[in-house]
């Protein structure tokens, strides 16, 4: 399994290609994508870094609100 980056020794992280069908190992550092025989395949779409930012923010405002629920149930107790 292609986990390590050989470029940067970086950890990859298996992501699913919805339209290949396949799951490709990226690396956030270097920005590509390889298969499981660790060839690159391609390197992130300007897209998908943003796709990948915003779900990264979704993912922070969601830990910012539960915060906010557990002070307000803090407060109620
Ligand atoms: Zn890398």
Request: proline fraction near 3%.
């Given at each position: 399994?292609?986990?390590?980056?050989?470029?940067?020794?970086?950890?990859?992280?298996?992501?699913?290609?919805?339209?290949?069908?396949?799951?490709?190992?990226?690396?956030?550092?270097?920005?590509?994508?390889?298969?499981?025989?660790?060839?690159?395949?391609?390197?992130?779409?300007?897209s998908?870094?943003?796709?990948?930012?915003?779900?990264?923010?979704?993912?922070?405002?969601?830990?910012?609100?539960?915060?906010?629920?557990?002070?307000?149930?803090?407060?109620?107790?």
């Amino acid at each position: 399994m292609p986990l390590f980056c050989k470029q940067c020794n970086g950890r990859r992280l298996p992501i699913f290609q919805t339209t290949e069908k396949v799951t490709l190992w990226l690396c956030e550092k270097c920005e590509n994508f390889v298969d499981s025989q660790d060839t690159i395949i391609r390197e992130l779409a300007k897209s998908e870094k943003d796709e990948r930012n915003a779900k990264l923010e979704n993912f922070k405002n969601s830990i910012v609100l539960t915060g906010e629920k557990m002070t307000r149930r803090k407060g109620v107790n």
